[in-house]
Nanobody
C-alpha cells in the first residue's frame, strides 16, 4: 500500500512558477512509476508528466513540455513537479499517482493522492 500526499499548490500570476511536492509512504517507493495528472473544472483528468521507477526516463504532455519538470528524491520518498511560465489554462487540481505500470493513461496507476489546487490568474 502506498499513500500519497500532495502539497505546494496555490495562487500564482500568469508567468510565475510553483513547485508541487508529493510525499509517498512505504518502503516500496522505488518500485513505482510516478506521475502527475490534473483536472480542471468541467473537464476530465488529464496526464501531465511521468517518471519511471529508476528516475531515468520522463515523459510530458505536449501542453507542458519545456515548462514543467518532474523529478524524484528517493531518499525523501518524494516526487516533485516544478512548473514555470504558468498559464491560466494550467489552473486545475493536480494529483500525484504511483503505479507499477505507469505510462500516460489513468489506468496505469494504482495509488492516488487527494490533490492540490493550482490557480493561475491572468
Amino acid at each position: 500500500q502506498v499513500q500519497l500526499v500532495e502539497s505546494g499548490g496555490g495562487l500564482v500570476q500568469a508567468g510565475g512558477s510553483l513547485r508541487l511536492s508529493c510525499a509517498a509512504s512505504g518502503r516500496t517507493f522505488r518500485r513505482y512509476a510516478m506521475a502527475w495528472f490534473r483536472q480542471a473544472p468541467g473537464k476530465e483528468r488529464e496526464f501531465v508528466a511521468t517518471i519511471n521507477s529508476s528516475g531515468g526516463s520522463t515523459y510530458y504532455a505536449g501542453s507542458v513540455k519545456g515548462r514543467f519538470t518532474i523529478s524524484t528524491d528517493n531518499g525523501k520518498n518524494t516526487v516533485y513537479l516544478q512548473m514555470h511560465s504558468l498559464k491560466s489554462e494550467d489552473t486545475a487540481v493536480y494529483y500525484c499517482a504511483a503505479g507499477a505500470y505507469g505510462g500516460r493513461m489513468y489506468s496505469g496507476y494504482d495509488y492516488w493522492g487527494q490533490g492540490t489546487q493550482v490557480t493561475v490568474s491572468s
